[in-house]
């Protein structure tokens, strides 16, 4: 049996597309890997790939309803 890879939450985005799904710069991106902030990432040796779901995870965990909420973190 063959595992079904080729759909869109499997598929893998370069650390410029990621950035420009989220209006950030790649710089910020990166700033928040290294400080372990933003979504989760894969490695491929030199390259840096994103799962669109793990992005979409990420935005889900950062909802706010509130300032305070944010204040509170």
Known sequence: MRTELNSVENALITEAAAA??????????QAWRVRGGGPKY???????????SDIQVWIESH??????DVEAR
Not at 42 to 52: E, H, I, N, S, T
């Open 20 to 29: 420009d799904y989220l209006g950030i710069s790649i710089r910020t991106i």
């Open 42 to 52: 894969v490695k491929l040796g030199k390259a840096v790939r994103y799962r669109p």
């Open 63 to 68: 909802l706010t309803s509130s300032t305070s």
